[in-house]
């Protein structure tokens, strides 16, 4: 078998470049086939019965039937073109009306054209252009399609076509084919409703400033029937953001079926020179399409909903272009997804990186209870605005000249087809086209900086980022208005906004706030809520270096060390401090009994530079304190160690209670109380004493004959009985009373503690512990153990501070120093005693 025949598009070569730009390069109808050479034979029959020019052919009449043209590609300089289409076939060129500054012209018009093709080759033509129907008495229009136009075939360009054609087999050669009288499609009665909000981000003109713009409104072709309609001029509350406030209705004539849609022609001019000019800023057509919710009576699949053809918004206010429409989460705005940037997620900042608040944080403000905490912006949640945003472009995209077509501005709006003029409105026109006095709050919680290099402060302010809120979307979507307020005690939730720059689309940190929008009236009636950081109070961190051991020395060969302790907190105010330097230390061992004193405000100054670090709620910096040995020389000195302490919780713990924080304090055992009663208990079924000596008043009874012998001596046993029991409770109350000996020998242990701690040869100190420092071995470039130092750490409130002094004991090497002195001044006193003793005795005789 042979391979069908196909047709073939020529392609200029780009490197002649000699066809002018709207030339057609023609196309190729050819057979191609590549076989062996034993099988020509077998297939020369086949190539030799093709038809030729000699071939018999027929007369035909090809009716191209065109429709309207949408998305055309700028001509011009502002924004527009004149159209018209060419249709070449068999070397004959015809052409349809030229429409006047449009990129959507509607035409409705036939081009016939007479043609004499080979019958054979009927269906060889491309039967999703032409229909392939013979019709001897008559014809009929098929449907159209909408075909992508370009410069090349394969090659990319811009704006659609739509278009049908016919092809009718004439009876005669000099039969006249007619065009059909109109394909203009059936009709129905609408009415168009624009509400016109205002432009946004309208740039002027050159270097004339904007004055006072105003929107103009067409569909199809402008005539005596068919004017467009205007807004009025506007500069509020700036020429470059205008608000409208209006509503327009158009009549229109729209088709039955929504293939046919028109586009509506947006046109922006500016008022200068006192009406006498008007230029055009920008242009901006809409597909009525997607406007439509029935086509040909059933449902339309590409219909829109007012309101939802519009995506979110990233907030970015540095991007141009248009809005990138992005896909719903699959659960909810917690996941994370496509942050709208365009970036892969490797380059991605992770909304991770933001700390969440938790329900069990006790640094969790008031303000946050009742309050949802969202890692990213509201808009995402939503996903949809209340209103519709449509880019306005101007300039001149294809030419001689460099292409200038670019973005000016965006027309925010609502638009919707509707049936009658009494339907009602998707808003309240009284509070939307009426501006209303209202309150702004913006609390900002939080602001996460992910450029971690510190710059000095004396340059000034930088700029991070910014990030955009649209107000008229928030306060006209009902879903927003009802956010946070669907339970009682609930409130607005606070969300995580990204801030950018201009000359990046990677966001440079995040923003966390909430917004409200009140009336004066609600304003009044709910204060603004406190959201300021608590206030700043100054403490004071005592660091009590008592001494050293274990520490490698710095002198490999003498093994001696002049040992000394470096210590700084992590603050751009404190300056490092040192102890005193323990000479000729051996052993690794050294005693310092130092103390250090640092300032520091809590909360930590959050304009502080230095102080980045693990952000809390309240801008609590990670309390390092940095420890150092230090080796004493000549000429430099040497570090021998060093290690970290991590106080952040007990600096909390502080600005908390207000009180001494030890860091290292140990618990102290609780005593348990006496088990003995303070009281006497009377045994049971036993008669209790009177509060008066020998009176046992309750007892005796009237009745009793105290005379009696045998009643009385029973009442003198029980009285003897009972003077007895008093004695013995009397006996235990003092013994109870006398200090046991155990407390005597704790008392004598704690001063004989107290007195070895005086002198510098005590235990250690029950709020003191030892840390181990560490250096890097340069061997196997790990840190390992190189000295252990034992320190105490308090904080303290700086007003208590200043009223709290406690004495530290000499370092233990002043004892055996002073003691050595001591020795030598007493050997010297007794021998000089000796002398004279013996100066005098042999003067004596």
């Not at 390092?624 to 040497?638: G, R, S, T």
């Not at 009180?659 to 304090?665: E, G, K, T, W």
């Amino acid at each position: 078998e042979l391979p069908p025949v196909k047709w073939v598009s020529l392609v200029e070569d780009d490197v002649l470049d000699n066809l002018a730009d709207a030339t057609y390069t023609g196309n190729v109808l050819l057979r191609l086939a590549l076989e062996p050479t034993a099988a020509t034979g077998r297939t020369d029959a086949a190539w030799k019965d093709l038809p030729n020019a000699k071939s018999p052919s027929a007369s035909y009449a090809l009716l191209v039937h065109l429709f309207q043209a949408r998305g055309l590609p700028a001509a011009d300089a502002n924004g527009l073109m004149d159209p018209f289409v060419a249709v070449t076939c068999s070397g004959v060129g015809l052409k349809s009306s030229t429409k006047v500054k449009t990129r959507d012209p509607m035409y409705y018009e036939t081009l016939v054209f007479d043609i004499n093709i080979p019958t054979i080759y009927v269906v060889t033509l491309d039967v999703t252009i032409i229909a392939s129907s013979d019709y001897t008495a008559g014809y009929a229009v098929p449907k159209p399609t909408w075909y992508n136009l370009s410069y090349e075939e394969g090659k990319g360009g811009e704006g659609q076509l739509l278009v049908s054609c016919t092809l009718v087999a004439k009876d005669f050669p000099d039969q006249v084919i007619d065009p059909p009288t109109s394909i203009k499609p059936k009709m129905q009665e609408k009415f168009l409703e624009i509400i016109c909000l205002g432009l946004r981000d309208l740039s002027p003109i050159g270097f004339m400033p904007l004055h006072m713009p105003f929107l103009q409104f067409d569909i199809g072709e402008v005539s005596s029937s068919n004017r467009p309609k205007k807004t009025g001029g506007s500069s509020k509350p700036t020429p470059a953001n205008p608000n409208f406030l209006e509503r327009i209705l158009i009549p229109i004539q729209l088709p039955e079926d929504a293939q046919f849609a028109p586009r509506l022609n947006l046109s922006v001019f500016d008022t200068l020179l006192g009406g006498f000019h008007k230029p055009l800023l920008g242009t901006c057509s809409i597909d009525l399409t997607t406007k439509l919710p029935f086509s040909n009576g059933v449902e339309n699949p590409v219909y829109v909903a007012p309101g939802e053809s519009t995506k979110y918004n990233v907030g970015n206010p540095h991007v141009d272009g248009p809005l990138v429409p992005k896909p719903a989460p699959s659960s909810s705005s917690l996941t994370c997804g496509d942050d709208g940037t365009g970036l892969p997620p490797l380059m991605r900042r992770d909304s991770s990186a933001v700390p969440e608040i938790g329900p069990d944080d006790d640094e969790t403000p008031k303000y946050m209870n009742h309050r949802k905490v969202m890692r990213g912006s509201i808009e995402e949640d939503l996903q949809t605005t209340p209103f519709e945003v449509y880019e306005i472009f101007r300039g001149q995209k294809y030419g001689r000249a460099a292409s200038t077509y670019r973005a000016v501005g965006k027309f925010k709006g609502l638009i919707r087809v509707i049936n009658s003029r009494s339907e009602p409105p998707l808003f309240d026109l009284q509070e939307l086209l009426n501006p209303q006095p209202y309150v702004i709050r913006a609390l900002t919680i939080e602001c996460f900086d992910y450029d971690m290099f510190a710059l000095s402060a004396d340059c000034g302010d930088d700029f991070i980022g910014a990030t955009t809120i649209d107000l008229e979307d928030r306060w006209f979507d009902d879903r927003w208005r009802t956010l946070g307020h669907l339970s009682e005690g609930t409130f607005r939730p606070v969300e995580t906004r990204q801030l950018y720059t201009p000359s990046s689309v990677i966001t440079q940190g995040s923003l966390r706030l909430w917004l409200d929008i009140l009336t004066p009236v609600e304003a009044t009636a709910s204060p603004a809520v406190d959201i300021s950081l608590p206030p700043i109070e100054t403490f004071e961190v005592r660091v009590v270096i008592y001494k050293a051991k274990d520490v490698v020395p710095g002198d490999e060969l003498s093994e001696l060390s002049d040992l000394f302790v470096k210590c700084w907190m992590q603050s751009n105010n404190d300056k490092a401090q040192h102890t005193d330097i323990h000479w000729r230390a051996k052993n690794g061992k050294a005693s310092f009994n130092w103390r250090m004193k640092f300032d520091i405000a809590l909360p930590v100054d959050p304009q502080n530079e230095l102080d980045k670090g693990t952000v809390d709620r309240v801008l609590w910096v990670i309390g390092h304190l940095h420890v150092q040995l230090w080796d004493k020389d000549l000429l430099f000195d040497d570090c021998l160690s060093d290690t970290i302490v991590n106080l952040t919780e007990s600096l909390k713990l502080a600005y908390k209670t207000k009180q001494l924080v030890n860091v290292y304090a140990k618990p102290k055992p609780v005593k348990p109380k006496s088990t003995a009663a303070s009281t006497v208990v009377t045994p049971l079924n036993q008669p209790s004493l009177s509060k008066f000596s020998g009176a046992l008043s309750p007892l005796v009874d009237d009745s009793v004959d105290l005379e009696g012998g045998g009643e009385s001596t029973a009442l003198l046993t029980r009285a003897s009985s009972l003077s007895a029991t008093t004695k013995s409770s009397q006996r235990v109350v003092e013994k109870q009373r006398q200090p046991k000996v155990e407390d005597k020998k704790e008392s004598v242990d704690m001063m004989l503690k107290a007195l070895k701690s005086r002198i510098g040869m005590g235990d250690d100190p029950d709020d003191a512990t030892w840390l181990t420092c560490t250096t890097v071995d340069p061997h196997t470039k790990t840190r390992v153990e190189a000295g252990k130092l034992l320190l105490a750490i308090e904080i303290i409130p700086k007003p208590e501070a200043e009223t709290l002094i406690n004495m530290i004991p000499p370092p233990f090497g002043w004892i055996v120093f002073a003691s050595l002195v001591m020795v030598i001044v007493l050997g010297f006193c007794y021998c000089s005693y000796r002398c004279r003793r013996a100066i005098s005795d042999v003067n004596k005789d």
